[in-house]
């Protein structure tokens, strides 16, 4: 018998699941259908191809294609079926005892057009409802099990920060440097996979530029956007020349065992010019009030505003997550199993802040020519502000 690696507790997958079956209830929802891959690992423990589902009442059933085995020893769901087509879901869910539901939940946020069709045929007797938001609720507060998990990959960020000085030198290209961190980042346990749920969203470990390059935009819905190495993937590390004098953007996620933290720090060969060391000093002191201000209750658009008032009165709107008219309308996001989770620090945002948020504060001022400065650290919302999860030094590192 193969000895394959367990997932979550089954305690912790059985909150979830209570979680999950309470929104259904309040929504009149008698069961959910859950395919997208982080909601599937989220509840079940496992990223085995298969169907979980719940019902508003009772057991829930994981139905797998491949890899049953696999299933069967990673996650903590004790109904677990082997099961070879979708179209079996409906029988094989009154075998289990299951009533089909007038209404059943699934993530319309996420769900293909064709495979809306294909369900909406296969569970022709029930009305497909979409439950995304509910869900991405449920996981956007965090409990001590995901908060030690998300710690351990904040640590491993710091460890590639740290990292940097050792490796960094003149001449040397973006995509070279990039390279040596995320072999060193592979080393330290790093999964590879950054998910997002975004459609057509896509990073590989984050961005690496210096100098001007930094300064790039790009089609990413990131204030950073860089050359990258060719039209195919023109984002972050491209084969720009590092120089003496200017910022070397280091903003990397740390992907570990599921869970993510995103960190950005910026290097420097010799100083960099007064105008950018004040820039970066002005990021600084955005973040600074909006750890003090980010306590529960307070309105993530609300939030928002205040960082970019701050920015404002140091005189740094011009640059402030971007330039021009298309610039970023954020200045922070949630992070989890992906990358863009709930809540959004951004404009017009009314979701308040819960203890047990998790979500990364990432103000930067992107100068045309010259370059980025600013920071970026995972945080998670206690009952006395933002708590920093990353601990490497925040000012501009010179070598």
């Not at 984002?235 to 590092?242: H, P, R, V, W």
């Amino acid at each position: 018998m193969e000895s394959y690696q367990h997932g979550a507790p089954v305690r912790e997958i059985q909150n979830r699941i209570d979680k999950l079956q309470n929104m259904l209830s309040e929504q009149d929802v008698g069961g959910a259908l859950i395919l997208q891959k982080s909601d599937f690992f989220y509840f079940t423990g496992t990223l085995q191809q298969g169907w979980l589902y719940v019902p508003a009442e009772g057991k829930p059933v994981l139905m797998i294609f491949k890899d049953y085995d696999r299933a069967k020893a990673e996650s903590p769901v004790q109904s677990v079926i082997s099961m070879i087509s979708p179209k079996q879901i409906p029988d094989t869910l009154k075998e289990m005892g299951c009533k089909i539901p007038v209404a059943i939940g699934m993530e319309l946020d996420v769900l293909p057009a064709n495979l809306y069709f294909q369900y909406s045929s296969i569970l022709k007797d029930s009305e497909i409802r979409d439950i995304s938001t509910g869900i991405r609720m449920i996981r956007a507060v965090k409990s001590p099990y995901e908060l030690q998990l998300i710690q351990e990959a904040a640590s491993m960020s710091d460890r590639i920060a740290a990292k940097v000085p050792e490796i960094l030198e003149p001449g040397k290209t973006e995509v070279a440097l990039a390279g040596e961190l995320e072999a060193f980042a592979r080393s330290l346990g790093h999964q590879g996979t950054i998910r997002m749920r975004l459609w057509g969203s896509e990073i590989f470990y984050g961005h690496i530029m210096s100098g001007s390059s930094a300064a790039v935009p790009s089609y990413m819905a990131s204030p950073t956007g860089g050359y990258g190495p060719g039209v195919a993937s023109s984002q972050g590390a491209g084969f720009n020349k590092i120089g003496k004098n200017e910022p070397v953007l280091v903003d990397y996620v740390f992907a570990l065992n599921g869970y993510l933290s995103d960190h950005a720090r910026i290097f420097s060969i010799g100083p960099v010019s007064d105008e950018l060391l004040k820039a970066h000093e002005a990021m600084l002191k955005v973040q600074k009030a909006a750890v003090e201000a980010g306590k529960p209750g307070v309105a993530t658009g609300e939030l928002y505003e205040l960082m970019l008032n701050q920015a404002r009165s140091s005189g740094y709107e011009e640059y402030f997550m971007g330039t021009g008219d298309r610039k970023i309308r954020f200045t922070g996001h949630g992070i989890g199993l992906e990358l863009d989770e709930f809540p959004f620090i951004a404009k017009g945002q009314t979701l308040d802040l819960e203890e047990g948020m998790t979500l990364a504060l990432e103000p930067k001022a992107i100068i045309p020519g010259k370059g980025v400065v600013g920071i970026e650290n995972t945080f998670v919302v206690t009952d006395k502000g933002l708590e920093s999860m990353a601990h490497y030094p925040e000012n501009i590192v010179v070598l």
